[in-house]
């Protein structure tokens, strides 16, 4: 049996990980959960999984979590230290990174250096730290498995395969609500469309990322880190239909793809199961019912933020720590309404344009480039 520490519990994916887990028990066990804000959620969860330490958002949640679980509670800790805890925790031989955001970093990081393997969901993690993390992944032996759906296809149509024969790794994307919005129309988008996914139930952050067309952005620097690739052999291309989740191209011409359903089941599954296989509770892929699958190349005119990362992914050093922070910024304030929804990748642009780049060697290193990011971003929101 294989016991997990969820980062992110009450998030889509920590969801989709714990159905995952319900329905295999002779598989998996939970030692540790960390959630941020739903409380409820999390206190039920507790009950029917049974982890020995916890994590929340801050100190009152954690006062509300003992009073609501009376004396047969586990561990409760908070904050960043707190999900650093539960990540580091004796007991789990994997964890699930899915907290959203940079927010996810430092308890990663405390994984890896307690030896745990990681299922990664954060892709933050790779696109902020990308370097340290790739380090500390060799020098203390663990293994990363990716969650993201893209990520996962790649891995899985690289097995058997030598990296020197690659020609280059195609991401896929849906192409986000606004894929055929005429530019025009764009700067009027308010939150309640831009949260209307065509094929994703995800979190509000990421799919506004998703009609940004940044979250493939985010992609495009976690399959450099992920898969040692250069930023000239990793393609994107819109397929709306969500059913090729990437694909490898290899010299002879050849393309390896990887299908299935629009359901994040499937990826977590193969990533806490790993090297085996595992029912995923997913819809069965039936070929002749979806009948088209369609492709094209994506606008980075109208969505300028794919192309923002690429930018920040060849420049290096604290670019994409940047990038990533601004961008938090930047769809906070949009989805509370203080910007309009072009003004998300502009916030973005400007905040890159006015940071003095450096090659960060430390973890306080890149988080102080997220730190200056933000305070920047935030100016510009005001």
């Known amino acids: 049996m294989k016991s997990l520490s969820i ?46 330490i916890v994590s929340v958002r801050d100190e009152a949640s954690a006062d509300l979590l003992r009073e609501r679980l009376g004396s047969e509670r586990p561990e409760i800790f908070w904050g960043i230290d707190g999900a650093a805890e539960v990540a580091a925790a004796d007991g789990a031989e994997m964890v699930v990174s899915a907290i959203v955001g940079a927010a996810g970093l430092v308890p990663t990081v405390s994984a890896i250096k307690a030896g745990k393997d990681i299922a990664l969901a954060n892709k933050e993690t790779l696109v902020v730290a990308g370097q340290l993390v790739s380090d500390l992944v060799r020098e203390h032996n663990v293994t990363l498995l990716p969650v993201d759906s893209e990520h996962s296809a790649v891995f899985q149509s690289l097995v058997g395969h030598r990296k020197e ?175 309009g929804f072009t003004d998300i990748a502009a916030i973005v642009d400007k905040t890159m344009q006015v940071h003095d780049a450096y090659e960060p060697s430390s973890l306080d290193e890149y988080l102080m480039a997220d730190r200056w990011a933000r305070d920047t971003a935030v100016a510009m929101t005001e």
């Open 7 to 52: 980062l992110g519990s009450t998030g889509s994916i920590g969801l989709s990980t714990l159905d995952v887990v319900r329905q295999h028990p002779e598989r998996f066990s939970i030692t540790g959960l960390a959630e941020g804000h739903d409380i409820d959620l999390l206190a039920e969860q507790i009950m029917e999984f049974r982890p020995r």
């Open 165 to 339: 024969d690659i020609e280059r790794i195609i991401l896929t994307a849906s192409g986000g609500p606004f894929r055929q919005t005429p530019a025009g129309e764009l700067k009027d988008v308010g939150p309640e469309r831009a949260l209307k996914h065509p094929q994703w139930s995800m979190g509000a952050k990421i799919t506004i990322d998703s009609a940004t067309l940044m979250n493939k952005g985010l992609e495009v620097i976690e399959a450099h880190w992920l898969f040692d690739m250069p930023a000239e052999k990793i393609g994107v291309v819109v397929h709306p239909q969500s059913i090729i989740h990437s694909m490898v191209e290899y010299i002879d011409g050849c393309v390896m793809a990887q299908l299935g359903a629009p359901d994040m089941r499937a990826p977590i599954a193969y990533a806490i199961a790993w090297p085996l296989r595992c029912e995923s509770g997913i819809k069965k892929l039936d070929l002749a019912e979806i009948a088209t699958l369609t492709f094209e190349e994506p606008d980075m005119e109208r969505f300028p933020a794919l192309r923002l990362a690429f930018d920040a992914l060849k420049a290096g050093k604290t670019y994409p720590a940047v990038l990533n922070a601004a961008n938090e910024i930047a769809v906070a304030a949009f989805l509370d309404r203080k910007v």
